[in-house]
């Protein structure tokens, strides 16, 4: 029992997802032939530079975003940006991209100075995306979710936040009833992932924290972004 005004909702935002994508020049520097550490976390930064300024145009397109206290905007965007990355890539694993940059992105997170520690938690967590079989609507609103998180550091209206999430939660739990009617858990499944990155999101505080103590260097966006 999808609403008219639910249905116009989730087409904006998967129109809108789906048009806000790293560009094919950008992902395809993913398949050049340098495998070093110093050249993956190079390709790894560019990849992320060039995700952070999608995630600001998409989180734009987002119905009452921009409405929002300005300050709350850009902190939503600063507490959300690891976790939507986290996101996106896990669907360029899970989409298993046909262009080979699956294995290619694999390769060059493995070998790019992330720890062990933090390795085996990302690709669990890219897995267990994987096996979702998220479609792309869901996936468009699992972001927005995420993005839309109330309890931000420095978000000041936390009221009007949650309302907008709340509205977009309300639009993801019926698409799941309807995408999945043989799992009445799917959305529950769907928000525990959102758990999951709020851990990936801590491991990757201490991912920034060991590259800059071996002098690796972020793009002034990136800096901006995570304070770094
Ligand atoms: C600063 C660097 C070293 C960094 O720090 N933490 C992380 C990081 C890591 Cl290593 C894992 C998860 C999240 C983050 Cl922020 C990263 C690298 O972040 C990214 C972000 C996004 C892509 C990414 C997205 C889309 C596509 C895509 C498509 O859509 O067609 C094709 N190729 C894609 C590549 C890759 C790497």
Not at 12 to 17: F, H, P
Request: charged letters at 25%.
């Amino acid at each position: 029992e999808i609403t008219k005004e639910q249905q116009a909702l989730m087409k904006i935002i998967t129109d809108a997802y789906n048009r806000h994508q790293i560009p094919q020049d950008v992902a395809k520097k993913l398949l050049q032939d340098q495998y070093s550490a110093e050249e993956n976390f190079l390709l790894l930064t560019e990849m992320a530079t060039s995700q952070v300024q999608v995630l600001v145009e998409f989180t734009k397109n987002i119905p009452g975003f921009l409405s929002l206290d300005r300050e709350d905007q850009i902190a939503l965007l600063k507490g959300s940006a690891v976790e939507a990355m986290f996101l996106r890539s896990a669907q360029v694993f899970s989409r298993k991209m046909p262009s080979g940059h699956t294995e290619v992105l694999e390769e060059r997170i493995r070998k790019s100075g992330i720890s062990e520690e933090f390795i085996t938690p990302m690709f669990n967590f890219y897995k267990s995306i994987g096996e979702l079989h998220m479609v792309q609507e869901e996936q468009a609103l699992l972001t927005t979710v995420t993005i839309l998180t109330p309890d931000r550091p420095y978000v000041k209206d936390q009221q009007a936040v949650e309302r907008l999430q709340e509205t977009m939660l309300d639009v993801l739990r019926k698409l799941c009833v309807l995408q999945h009617p043989q799992e009445p858990q799917y959305f529950a499944r769907l928000l525990g992932r959102l758990t999951e990155l709020r851990t990936l999101s801590h491991y990757h505080t201490e991912m920034l924290a060991s590259w800059r103590m071996n002098d690796h260097k972020f793009t002034p966006l990136l800096c901006e972004i995570w304070d770094v």
